[in-house]
């Protein structure tokens, strides 16, 4: 998992309410279990006409919004059900954030764990920001992880609150593997140690 680190990037505007992981990643796409490949898909069913060409109504097929790395939602984004390819195919399609006033509780838990900051705003600044977007498409926000602000061109102002240790892990760049491995000479240390006191549980 890459470092979370302070950057500028366009902000894409997608204001839909209860936007579920069934439109994030449909169901027919998870059928691998490596976190890459995803990204072609977010969206699919929105994204694409039948054909398979883009479909110009969708959001995130406006011009103006390639390259994005922050995806501006509305309410209650990532319900439904609890599978972890939709933080991968958002991680995969380019966003690491998400700005939004509320999130389905797996799905926030899930983003962390897969570098992506799910920031939660109240409906006033969602609104503004929103508003900011629309007014001039391809703007690009300021997302100061370290500390905890949103910055606009407008001079938007944004302070977000997040939880101490998922702070500290997405800075820097700790999956739950990541953590493990902090504590790999004391694993590797009780592994030997168990070999040589007990050599019956390590007999193949």
Request: net charge negative; with cysteine; glycine share 6%.
């Amino acid at each position: 998992m890459k470092p979370y680190t302070k950057h500028e990037s366009v902000a894409a505007l997608m204001d839909r309410a209860n936007v579920d992981t069934d439109q994030i990643i449909p169901k027919q796409f998870l059928k691998k279990v490596e976190r890459s490949g995803f990204g072609v898909h977010l969206f699919h069913d929105w994204r694409y006409l039948d054909d398979g060409s883009d479909n110009p109504d969708f959001e995130l097929n406006n011009p103006a919004f390639r390259g994005a790395g922050i995806l501006v939602a509305g309410d209650n984004f990532g319900c439904g059900s609890s599978r972890e390819h939709a933080p991968w195919a958002i991680a995969d399609y380019g966003f690491n954030t998400v700005i939004s006033t509320s999130y389905a509780d797996i799905f926030f838990s899930n983003s962390f764990k897969n570098g992506i900051l799910p920031i939660v705003v109240s409906k006033p600044e969602l609104k503004s920001l929103m508003q900011e977007i629309a007014a001039n498409e391809g703007v690009k926000f300021v997302i100061d992880l370290e500390n905890q602000q949103v910055t606009t061109p407008a001079g938007t102002l944004i302070h977000f609150e997040i939880d101490a240790f998922r702070k500290e892990n997405l800075l820097l760049g700790l999956d739950d593997i990541g953590l493990t491995l902090q504590n790999e000479d004391r694993i590797t240390s009780f592994e030997e140690k168990q070999k040589a006191s007990m050599p019956w549980l390590w007999a193949s």
